[in-house]
Nanobody
Framework: VQLQASGGGLVQAGDSLKLSCAAS????????MGWFRQTPGKEREFVAA????????YYSDSVKGRFTITRDNAKNTVYLQMNNLKPEDTAVYYC???????????????????WGQGTLVTVSS
């Protein structure tokens, strides 16, 4: 399984950005997909996740109402639409995947088996 994240960049506060994560594999629709972010010196932080085929999504409190995670199973791609970006959203964003994620572990990085390479999002004030 390979994950390829893209879409990061430099934006101003209040702007929007859409991240994409393309996945290899024929059973993408059965995986739980997640987005995490990390800044230097800090632990990787849960951002959002969308469960396999059912499509139920979860968000961290810090992004709820501003970010939306979606998936296109036909394209093996998961997206993170980020609106009203804030300087504190600045981080490297990683997509993650797991074929057997348990709901109670959704927010835990070590629950995911597969990771993309990360894409940098910088929000200027």
């Amino acid at each position: 399984v390979q994950l390829q994240a893209s879409g990061g960049g430099l934006v101003q506060a209040g702007d929007s950005l859409k991240l994409s994560c393309a996945a290899s594999g024929r059973t993408f629709s059965s995986w739980t997909m997640g987005w995490f972010r990390q800044t230097p010196g800090k632990e990787r932080e849960f951002v959002a996740a969308i469960f396999r085929s059912v499509g139920r999504s979860y968000y961290s409190d810090s992004v709820k109402g501003r970010f939306t995670i979606t998936r296109d199973n036909a394209k093996n791609t998961v997206y993170l639409q980020m609106n009203n970006l804030k300087p504190e959203d600045t981080a490297v964003y990683y997509c993650a995947a797991d074929p057997n994620l348990i709901l109670s572990t959704t927010r835990k990085p070590n629950a995911y088996d597969y990771w993309g390479q990360g894409t940098l999002v910088t929000v200027s004030s």
